[in-house]
């Protein structure tokens, strides 16, 4: 039987990074610096997706370190992009500025000098307090710096053999009439509207009508205008299918994750790269989009976005990146609830790094401690806090009084014989907001047995005629006996039914603070 290695810290971001490395290999290429990128999109309030791509690439940068090379991540923003429709919330004074350059609206909320620098400031902020490290670069400021024209030029020396191409890979036969370029209407001021149909390659300048255009349902009318744009300013923006294999070229890029929506373009993107403009196009990792409770794609124009922001009220940043590192593959819900699953699975990883819980498996032991490393970017604690479960504090926050949320949860906590440092205090913050906005954490039934179910139901007759917390305490021990049970089974049932984990605080007091009613209410859940 074959040994099994250990890649790195054994996660899969280790993995990606040691295959790259090879692949860069035989392919010849310098290793002296490896540039990993990732798009930002700005054409909408970001949300958990949008972070996920310069998250990862990161993580890969982080691991090409690990490794020994040198690298760093670009973050790319997308603001040439168009706007096609007003995202849901947002102010309907937009319309009039539909199918514009983000970049060329004005900020709806006046702080930032434009649309596209608001919503991609929202975003930078949540990667900086989330510690990720990039190079951020405006697509308007590449195009009017000219990195990109000589790719440009070559791409649209060559639009006749790409719009074959275009339409063989993904059957769209449009840019066999027009060229893969959108110029920016000197007249109205929109991309879209645009189709350019002529490149003087000595001027180096399109030739463009401005005729209208479908987007989403919706015509939009030309205004009529007859123009040139200049391939070395910001005049206009290659067409996605193209834009990226230029980027790639004159970025030097070697990694780039994608999701299955631009699957095509990645598809088309990667034969120009290598086809036209001669760069082997970097290694990509596909993965799917994050859903909404309802299974719909989270989605700025949709306006059902969980933001970044959103999940640093209640969650640390820790716990989102480790959503973000878990896996790059498969398709998973996004709820509110999963920040109290993130942040428990996050003291669960800090107990195995800590080897305060054993895993025997050694990948799998390695894997577990390699993501807790990454969701601390590599540089993890000196030693572990104190874990409190999440679901325990929103509990005890729901119980207190509202003026006193706070101080009532810190005092219980403390009596139960929790020494709260300051990463414990800033877990109780966080998830006593959550109880404040949100009420009680999600739970999964726990099975029982007929012994197990007879004796909850004793014990729910017992804590409704109790007086004090220790009169709670002895009945449990009763409700266990009583109906063949060990005490020491028992009580890790209640907890798990209490906590979802098999431990906690001394479990008298706790019911009596949550109140019997509400404890009560807990455990006929589980019995039905």
Not at 103 to 122: K, L, N, R, V
Not at 497 to 522: C, H, M, N, Q, T
């Amino acid at each position: 039987m074959p040994s099994r290695k250990i890649i790195g810290h054994g996660t899969w971001l280790d993995k990606v990074a040691a295959e790259l490395i090879e692949r860069e290999k035989r392919l010849g290429r310098s290793l002296e610096m490896i540039w990993t990128e990732s798009g930002l999109g700005a054409s909408g309030i970001p949300h958990v997706g949008s972070m996920a791509d310069a998250v990862r690439a990161y993580g890969v940068t982080l691991a090409l370190r690990e490794l020994g090379y040198r690298s760093e991540s670009i973050a790319f923003t997308d603001d040439m992009d168009g706007l096609r429709k007003v995202p849901a919330g947002m102010p309907r004074e937009l319309e009039e500025y539909l199918l514009m350059p983000v970049s060329s609206i004005p900020d709806p909320y006046g702080c930032h000098e434009s649309y596209a620098s608001h919503m991609s400031g929202m975003l930078r902020e949540a990667l900086e307090r989330a510690g990720i490290e990039c190079k951020y670069m405006s697509g308007r400021q590449a195009y009017a710096s000219g990195i990109l024209s000589d790719n440009i030029h070559e791409i649209l020396l060559n639009a006749r053999r790409i719009g074959e191409k275009i339409e063989e890979l993904t059957g769209q036969a449009k840019f066999k009439q027009i060229l893969p370029y959108f110029a920016i209407c000197k007249e109205c001021g929109r991309i879209y509207t645009t189709q350019a149909y002529e490149y003087d390659p000595k001027r180096r300048v399109v030739r463009y009508r401005c005729v209208g255009v479908e987007v989403g349902g919706r015509y939009f009318q030309g205004c009529g205008y007859e123009g040139e744009a200049d391939i070395r300013r910001d005049d206009g923006k290659l067409a996605w299918k193209t834009e990226f294999a230029a980027r790639w070229k004159a970025l030097d890029i070697r990694f780039e994750a994608y999701g299955k929506d631009i699957a095509d373009s990645v598809k088309v993107n990667d034969w120009i790269s290598r086809e036209i403009l001669r760069f082997e196009p970097p290694m990509h990792v596909r993965y799917e989009m994050f859903l909404d409770a309802s299974g719909r794609k989270i989605s700025k124009s949709l306006g059902n976005v969980f933001t970044p922001q959103l999940w640093y009220r209640y969650g640390s940043p820790q716990s989102l990146l480790l959503l973000l590192f878990k896996r790059a593959t498969g398709t998973r819900i996004l709820t509110l609830q999963t920040i109290p699953r993130l942040m428990d699975e996050l003291d669960f990883l800090e107990d195995v790094y800590f080897d305060k819980v054993r895993v025997e498996d050694e990948l799998e032991r390695a894997k577990l401690k390699g993501l807790y490393l990454y969701s601390y970017l590599l540089k993890p604690p000196e030693k572990p806090s104190v874990h409190i479960p999440y679901s325990l504090i929103v509990e005890l926050a729901v119980a207190a009084p509202e003026d006193k949320r706070l101080e009532f949860v810190m005092s219980r906590l403390r009596k139960y014989g929790y020494e709260i440092d300051e990463r414990a205090e800033e877990k109780i913050r966080l998830a006593v907001s959550y109880a404040a906005d949100l009420g009680v954490v999600e739970r999964k039934p726990v099975k029982l047995s007929e012994q197990e179910r007879k004796a909850i139901l004793e014990l729910i007759r017992k804590i409704e005629a109790a007086e004090n917390a220790e009169e709670v305490q002895s009945a449990i021990f009763q409700a266990a006996r009583n109906n063949g049970l060990s005490p020491r089974s028992f009580f890790k049932t209640l907890y798990q039914i209490f906590l979802g984990r098999d431990r906690g605080p001394r479990l008298g007091p706790y019911i009596w603070d949550l109140g019997k009613s509400r404890a009560v209410e807990i455990l006929r859940s589980n019995v039905g």
